[in-house]
């Protein structure tokens, strides 16, 4: 079992940066895929972002430009970088990771973005 650890969510103004990080309990960067997605209230959990194993990334059309996702392998750790963050960004973002017979989930951290 994996636990993640996500952290570094809050209330920011539109046109700010907010960076989340995800720690996980154990070494799991050989997952397929770790990734980062949100829920907002009333709508369905979609994907902002995600890395392969051999560090390809995709993002969501919605945060292209914006988003940054990267890893620090020493650490365990998974970061997404949000900058000229928007009203419409605010949800709740969950970290994944997905591996051929695990898909772990973290317990959440909350993005605001208003004025």
């Known amino acids: 079992q994996v636990q993640l650890v996500e952290s570094g969510g809050g209330l920011v103004q539109p046109g700010g940066s907010l960076r989340l990080s995800c720690a996980a309990s154990?070494?799991?960067?050989?997952?397929?895929?770790m990734g980062w997605y949100r829920q907002a209230p009333g709508k369905q959990r979609e994907l902002v972002a995600r890395m392969s194993s051999s560090g390809i990334t995709n993002y969501a059309d919605s945060v292209k430009g914006r988003f940054t996702i990267s890893r620090d392998n020493g650490k365990n750790t998974v970061y997404l970088q949000m900058n000229s963050l928007k009203p419409e960004d605010t949800a709740v973002y969950y970290c994944n990771a997905l591996g051929l017979q695990y898909d772990y989930w973290g317990q959440g951290t909350q993005v605001t973005v208003s004025s």
């Open positions: 154990r070494n799991i960067f050989s997952s397929v895929y």
